[in-house]
């Protein structure tokens, strides 16, 4: 018995112990064993996508001005399919191309003249002349900056806008026309060079025209003549970007950056200046421009008509949780926007009838040229991947809050990816404040849309 | 009683002369980087398959480009999803902690920070090649036998990794490195917290470019334990990544055919 015991201690010291690691072994399914090997080749196949986005809208029924008698429609749903591919067309040019065609159905909306639309939203060829020099003319969405909210440096924003289901800046990001343009771009270790010249093909045309259903929209993305020079680099972990641009006759200059602070931190902020007017002046220029509005309209709310350095600035924070949740709060600023005196005079004006329709005008291009119309904002944007530990799902809201007066719109959305190819997707919208605040004064008050998505 | 003692004490000397011999933590994980890691900048094809409840539901198929960097010798990244469609073109950049992500579809590049690469089952951070000796300090536990994903046998190191620097994808890892070869078999991963975040069993090694890598890596989801992800990793070839790829501006401009 003795030698037994003592044979055991020899092996106990002799032998490492034999480990209970094992028991999660059982978890791998027997399917792993038998999978099938994967393919090994790739190929760059684009993406494809078919959508129906079913939505109600629920509108106020009394206004401090009045945006009109007509209510549009409470209902919609939207058919459309969208394409995203790059050809290559030799090692050294490739051809892309973004497209969005869209059926539209609703109360009051004629088919197809005012149902079918398509959004060219990009088609251009890129030359690689040398290693890691680029050379690309087309239709193209380019876009500079860090924030989520309100990108100042975004200088090629205005007038893009294509329909979308969500309301969310990052979805209205995604669905935009690109604007022609002829662009040199120059990577080089730690930094790039970017030279963009997107030419005036069209007078601007007003706003809400009815285009043709393949009117590629030329005109709003191409109404003057603009540049575009940045420069990025690393500097300390910042990644800075300088800009410098050039709208037919105004300078803007730009600046962003970003840094990591510990593990789960991100903060950003971005700049942007030069001389402007005011948003009332700026949008009663262009109604004359296009004709829209006659010639001999005075600026109302009486604003200074005088152009002076203006800026734009977005800085926030951006945090991530162990949970796979992540969330940004950002100040916007835009010093041509209404200030709380600026939104006294909106709303004495637009009180009398004769003057509503203007004041709409006025919001309706800033809206158009995506500028804030606040001088003061406060967005914050919460997102939840995997909520509740549920695999391909995603909840997610934001808020964006007029500082002048707390009213505010959100909306909070969820979506879930039912399998490789199928994604199901609901957004409810809001708007909240008293009917003389920024959002309490719109029209729309709610939105419920439900969308599913094929991709191919 | 007298030839038990006499073997007791030659086992005794045996072990002590072993334990002796023994590479530490640190040598260990270094051999595992240098037994698995291209000495060169290379890309490979990375398939994800994801089972839940036993069946393959989800798939997803990636491209990375590695090139380890001459200062840090910390490897740099860049992903590029392929599939599904609906993530095709996107792309993420690890450059130290400069890390981005872009979506073609909104043209966007999105700074991401470190604990942002453990999104997903198996997460960015899973498939990046990292230099372990860099990123962590390890201490040897002890030795093991541990069955590998292919229920053999292996004579291992159980190795606690703790992260040195804050590039290192998790705060502590535990690792069972097979003697001799120094191959991983089995890996288990922690948050910040503490808390067990997944565990991975490696295994199909196999020769690419020179080295021998784990052809297949089987991730278990520890909180939902119904959920297993399998990394294939194939087409591993040399290819010319310059630095100026990894940088936010150069995302849009990444090729992989």
Known sequence: MKKAVLFLTVCVVAFPAVAQENDDLGLIPGAVQTAAPPAATVQDRGKYAFANAFGWYGYRGSFAVSPGDAIPSRWNDRVSADALVTWKLSDSLRLTASDVLSASFADGVGFPREAVRNDLRELYATWEVAPETYLETGRINVRNGVAFGYNPTDFFRARTSVAQSSSDPGALRNNRLGTVMLRGQHVFDGGSLELIYAPKLHSPVPMGGLAYPLDPKFDQTNGSDRVLASFSFEWEDFSPQV??????????????????????????????????????????AFGKRTRTLPATMLVLPPVSTSRSFKSDVSAGASWNGEDKETISVEYNFHEAGLSKEGWRGWFATGANPAFASLMWYIRGYSSDRQDPISQHQAFVRADWTEPFHILHADLSGYVMTDLT?????????????????????????????????????????????VQLVRYF | MKNVLIGF???????????????????????????????????VVDNLTEYVGGQPRNSMQLVIFATQNKATHQYNNLIRYVLPSRDAGKMVLFNGSNMWFYDPSSKASVRISPQQRLLGQASNGDVATVNLAKDYTAKLLGEEKLLDADKQTRDCWHLELKAATDEAVYSRVEYWVEKGTYHQIKGKFFSDSGRLLKIAYYHKFMPMLGRQVPAETIVIDSVNQNLVTTMAVSDMRAQDVPESWFQRDFLPRLKID
């Not at chain 1, 809001?430 to 920024?438: D, N, P, Q, S």
């Open chain 1, 243 to 284: 800009l410098a641009f050039y709208d037919a006759g105004r300078f803007k200059f730009g600046f962003n950056a970003s840094h990591p602070i510990g593990n789960s931190i991100i903060a950003y902020a971005s700049w942007a200046g030069g001389n402007a007017p005011s948003a009332i002046v700026d949008a009663i």
């Open chain 1, 405 to 449: 007066d707390g009213s505010c719109t959100g909306q909070v959305g969820a979506s879930y990816d039912l399998s490789d190819f199928w994604s199901l997707g609901a957004y409810v919208s809001a708007t909240t404040g008293g009917k003389r605040t920024e959002w309490g004064s719109l029209r729309s008050s709610t939105s419920a849309i």
């Open chain 2, 9 to 43: 004490v030659v086992a005794v000397v045996l072990t002590a002369a072993a334990h002796a011999a023994e590479p530490t933590g640190q040598e260990i994980i270094a051999s595992v980087d240098a037994g698995r890691n291209p000495g060169q900048s290379f890309r």
